[in-house]
């Protein structure tokens, strides 16, 4: 695939592109999709209409400032528009981010099973990824401490964790904001904060430091994977030199209209977290009768363990056949797992009874 003279920055070549989870499945009448934490009820019928009304003039650009979705969130969530940004997806403020504060020579340090975007986006900018060891798969604040150097620029953290599901409490998060090393900023990427009742995504702690930044996106609870749009809340002066960065038209006009109006509706997302909790638990109760335990997850998924990675592989492969797609986390270095995104009733009754069968001995 090389060219013999146009040749991209070495680094570039260090990346591992990012696996995207199935959306296809061997076999089955219909494919249920459950590999990449996407909401199954979808998004608010009123964002919808709303992405749908903005669809009828694709000829403008958006307004650049993105003011009204940043009102918006301030409102719900009580905090300083001014200190708000917003990017195509929450991925693009882990791009910004990377790019803005970390270069050649520059470590930015991940917990182990963090998120793939995170090293992707490290490299892309020239810095070196460094990963700290979990404990039992859960974010150890000292083995990051320790992890730290004088070249340490960036620290991601998301509260609960993808692919894990695990979470670690605000005064273990607070522990690590204070104690990293002066150069480097603390990113917690909330991606999955709306899950937990009455969580905030540690917006308080963004509040009280000038070290911490917190990303949410639109792409899960608020079911606009499709759209891209995510968003970001930090200390002035790093807002300040993100949107140095940011390009002016970087989210579309239909998912800022989309997103101003899911963020408001309440209701639909309270609904959507407590189905959630509802099978998430269901689920993994069944799941642990069949000797398949998982941690407690706090998030759209469940994680079960297998006895082997032979055998998570065969499950893998046997849910396909009945149409349910998973993620494998072979590349997550967890190959004795799989993670299971909570779908609708019949999902979690179709993923149980199937690997209930696969338990006692069906196979592909
Ligand atoms: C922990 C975490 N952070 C960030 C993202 C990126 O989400 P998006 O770019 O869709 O906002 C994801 C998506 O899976 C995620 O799991």
């Not at 296809?24 to 199954?40: F, M």
Request: hydrophobic letters at 45%; one cysteine or more; charged letters at 20%.
């Amino acid at each position: 695939m090389s060219h013999k003279t146009i040749i991209p920055q070495p680094r570039v070549l260090d990346i591992a592109p990012y696996v995207q989870g199935k959306s296809a499945a061997t076999g089955g009448n219909r494919v249920t999709k459950l590999s990449a934490n996407e909401n199954p009820h979808g998004p608010s019928p009123l964002a919808r209409a709303a992405y749908i009304e903005a669809a009828g003039a694709l000829e403008v650009y958006p307004n650049s400032s993105h003011a009204e979705l940043r009102a918006a969130i301030a409102k719900v969530h009580c905090i300083n528009p001014e200190r708000v940004i917003c990017g195509a997806g929450s991925d693009e403020i882990i791009s910004f981010l990377c790019n803005t504060y970390a270069g050649i020579g520059d470590e930015v340090l991940y917990s182990q099973y963090g998120f793939a975007m995170y090293p992707i986006s490290a490299l892309a900018a020239g810095a070196t990824p460094v990963q700290a060891p979990e404990t039992e798969r859960h974010t150890d604040v000292d083995a990051l401490l320790t992890a730290c150097t004088d070249r340490t620029k960036l620290v991601f953290i998301a509260n609960p964790n993808n692919p894990t599901g695990t979470m670690i409490s605000e005064a273990e998060i607070a522990r690590l904001a204070e104690g990293l090393p002066p150069q480097a900023l603390l990113v917690l990427d909330g991606a999955y904060a709306e899950f937990v009742e009455g969580f905030n995504g540690h917006a308080a702690l963004v509040e009280a430091r000038d070290n911490v930044v917190m990303t949410r996106t639109f792409s899960k609870i608020y079911g606009l994977g499709g759209a891209r749009i995510g968003w970001g809340y930090g200390p002035e002066h790093v807002i300040d030199a993100l949107n140095r960065v940011r390009g002016p038209f970087n989210v579309s006009a239909t998912a800022l209209a989309a997103a101003e109006v899911a963020v408001q509706d309440a209701a639909y997302t309270e609904k959507c977290r407590v189905e959630n909790a509802k099978w998430r638990g269901w689920l993994r109760d069944e799941l642990a009768t069949i000797g398949l335990p998982s941690d407690e997850s706090f998030a759209n998924f469940i994680v079960p363990h297998f006895e082997s990675a032979e055998a998570a592989a065969a499950a893998d492969t046997y849910l396909q056949t009945k149409g349910l797609v998973v993620r494998a986390l072979t590349g997550y270095g967890l190959p004795a797992h799989l993670r299971i995104t909570i779908g609708d009733e019949i999902a979690c009754r179709a993923v149980a009874a199937t690997l209930a069968d696969f338990m006692k001995g069906a196979r592909a």
